[in-house]
Structure formats: structure tokens, C-alpha cells
T-cell receptor, first 113, second 112 residues
Framework: EAQVTQNPRYLITVTGKKLTVTCSQN?????MSWYRQDPGLGLRQIYY???????DKGDVPEGYKVSRKEKRNFPLILESPSPNQTSLYFC????????????FGPGTRLTVL | SQQGEEDPQALSIQEGENATMNCSYK?????LQWYRQNSGRGLVHLIL?????REKHSGRLRVTLDTSKKSSSLLITASRAADTASYFC????????????FGPGTRLSVLP
């Protein structure tokens, strides 16, 4: 089944404790992206990747890191999480940048205490 | 960066009625996409309309795009209770590699 998977789905952590949210797609998509969703603000793009080893900042990249070492995986790293990073996070992928629909993962609900 | 904005923020209708949601944006786009999200879940793609298209249909969905006004509308005809969800527009910029922008969404409630 074609899908985007994220892990974990739920995470409660404390300020400053490094964490990684994994994202994987099995559709051989070139484009992958991370978004955060906050009430009243819609989805905001954190980072995106046009292809392997190519990443770029979205609208809200501060406090996040990403890597794209292989086509299927695009992990989101929070080196030192803070309470303002409490949010619902979505990973998405599409065949090519901009020309196709994005497929979204189920989301990761992160709480930073 | 450009901003997609949906209007209205919330809409409540009876089953069988039509629902219309609008989206405005600020800069040139390659295409505009509409997504649906059921409470707290991942977004599901509904329809994509390219900048050189004016109207597109998919089942009970009709999307229009007016690039001169930088606006789009999503019409859901003969709504059902299962259409209750949040609807988002997203714009893909016409410059290669720029980021997508989603609007804050319209919360649609279809009452049985």
C-alpha cells in the first residue's frame, strides 16, 4: 500500500531532550516536506527536500533540523525542544515538487513540557 | 512568503445543501490544491488546478481558479454528514523550489 508513515504518533517530552520524528514513504517520491499545524494558523512548512541530499528551509525552520540521505526517509530532528514546539507535525511527499498532489502521513502529536 | 487564506473560517449547513469555500493568495502560482482533514488526522488531497485552468470537477467537487483576482473557490454539492471536516487550500509557487503555503482552513459542519 502506497503510504507515508511517521513515528512516533504521540510523544511527550521535556525541554532540551533531543528527539527525532521519522518519516518514510514507499512511493519513490522525490519531494518530501515537514509541516506543523497549530490552532488558527493552518499548516506551516518547516523544511522540505527536492531530492536526496537537497533540503531547504520553509517558513518556520528555527529549532529544527532535517536530513535526506536516502530517497524514502526524511527525519525531523529537534536538537533542544522547547514548549513552543508543542504541535501536530505532518510529513508529506509528492512525486515531484509543485506539480503533483502531496500525500500526508498520519501526524505526530508532540508535547514539550 | 505568499499567504493562502480561506473564507469563511467556519461554515455550518444542512445535509443536501451546497457548500462554498473561498481561498485567496498573494503571489503567482504554478497550481492550487485543495485538501481535506478530518479532525486531527492527515490531510487528504482533493483536487489540483493548474494556473492555466479555470475550472475543474471531481465527483461532487467543483473548483474554480481566477488568477487575475488571485482567488479560488471549492464547491461541494449535495453535501453529506461525512463531508464534515476542515478544508485547506495550498498554493504551489511558480518559482521552482519555493515552499508551499497552506491557508488556515475552513471548518465545515454538515448537519443531518
Amino acid at each position: 500500500e502506497a503510504q507515508v508513515t511517521q513515528n512516533p504518533r504521540y510523544l511527550i517530552t521535556v525541554t532540551g531532550k533531543k528527539l527525532t520524528v521519522t518519516c518514510s514513504q514507499n512511493m519513490n517520491h522525490e519531494y518530501m516536506s515537514w509541516y506543523r499545524q497549530d490552532p488558527g494558523l493552518g499548516l506551516r512548512q518547516i523544511y522540505y527536500s527536492m531530492n536526496v541530499e537537497v533540503t531547504d528551509k520553509g517558513d518556520v525552520p528555527e529549532g529544527y533540523k532535517v536530513s535526506r540521505k536516502e530517497k524514502r526517509n526524511f527525519p525531523l530532528i529537534l536538537e533542544s525542544p522547547s514548549p513552543n514546539q508543542t504541535s501536530l507535525y505532518f510529513c508529506a511527499s509528492s512525486l515531484l515538487w509543485g506539480f503533483n498532489e502531496q500525500f500526508f502521513g498520519p501526524g505526530t502529536r508532540l508535547t514539550v513540557l | 512568503s505568499q499567504q493562502g487564506e480561506e473564507d469563511p473560517q467556519a461554515l455550518s449547513i444542512q445535509e443536501g445543501e451546497n457548500a462554498t469555500m473561498n481561498c485567496s493568495y498573494k503571489t503567482s502560482i504554478n497550481n492550487l490544491q485543495w485538501y481535506r482533514q478530518n479532525s486531527g488526522r492527515g490531510l487528504v488531497h482533493l483536487i489540483l488546478i493548474r494556473s492555466n485552468e479555470r475550472e475543474k470537477h471531481s465527483g461532487r467537487l467543483r473548483v474554480t481558479l481566477d488568477t487575475s483576482k488571485k482567488s479560488s473557490s471549492l464547491l461541494i454539492t449535495a453535501s453529506r454528514a461525512a463531508d464534515t471536516a476542515s478544508y485547506f487550500c495550498a498554493t504551489a509557487p511558480d518559482n521552482y523550489g519555493q515552499n508551499f503555503v497552506f491557508g488556515p482552513g475552513t471548518r465545515l459542519s454538515v448537519l443531518p
